[in-house]
């Protein structure tokens, strides 16, 4: 058995090689954030499954309240599964399911997965994936969690569908506008 010391060493190790990867594609977590688009277009290529475990590495390392830690993830690569939740999912796309308690009503655990999933989102882009978060389907999940592998006393809180994407975004993908600073900003 492995002790706790060499296993931070591990997880330290892990997490070197994901900042290494950021240094290597010359982008900021800022320029990151402001590039990113929710891909509508993905290509039939395999996500490694290195890329998956790093990008379920960075949804475990999100905050939550009082270190909770609330999700669970469930990733699912059939492809006549996905294609219930996405019509429009190729071969090689990957679903991973974040799932919050069931007890959780709106509240932090709830939020919690949010923020799980944004960081899982964030890293799939940093990795040069597509990403896109769904909120359809999650009834549809819910209601079949045997088939999906939810675990039990959990509901399914949202969906992340990552694969990857052309190398030139379609227009389809990157057009969609965001409002203005001064629309959505106050000062006092």
């Known amino acids: 058995m492995y002790s706790k010391k060499?296993?931070?060493?591990?997880?330290?190790?892990?997490?070197?090689?994901?900042?290494?990867?950021?240094?290597?594609?010359?982008?900021?977590?800022?320029?990151?954030?402001?590039?990113?688009?929710?891909?509508?277009?993905?290509?039939?290529?395999?996500?490694?499954?290195?890329?998956?475990?790093?990008?379920?590495?960075?949804?475990i390392k999100a905050p939550s309240g009082m270190n909770k830690q609330p999700w669970k993830f469930t990733v699912i690569r059939d492809n006549a599964l996905v294609q219930e939740i996405i019509r429009n999912a190729v071969p090689g796309n990957v679903m991973i399911i974040i799932s919050t308690p069931e007890s959780s009503n709106g509240g932090s655990a709830d939020f919690d997965c949010g923020l799980a999933m944004e960081n899982m989102y964030v890293a799939a882009q940093a990795l040069g994936l597509g990403s896109h978060i769904y909120m359809t389907g999650v009834n549809v999940v819910n209601g079949k969690k045997d088939v999906y592998g939810i675990p039990e006393g959990y509901k399914v809180n949202s969906i992340l569908r990552i694969g990857n994407v052309p190398q030139t975004p379609d227009a389809n993908s990157s057009a969609s506008a965001r409002k203005n600073f001064e629309e959505v900003v106050n000062y006092k």
């Not at 892990?14 to 290509?43: E, P």
């Open 6 to 59: 060499a296993f931070s060493v591990f997880l330290i190790m892990m997490m070197s090689v994901a900042v290494l990867r950021a240094q290597n594609n010359q982008k900021s977590t800022t320029d990151l954030i402001l590039s990113s688009y929710s891909a509508k277009t993905f290509t039939q290529d395999p996500v490694p499954d290195k890329d998956i475990r790093t990008i379920l590495e960075c949804g």
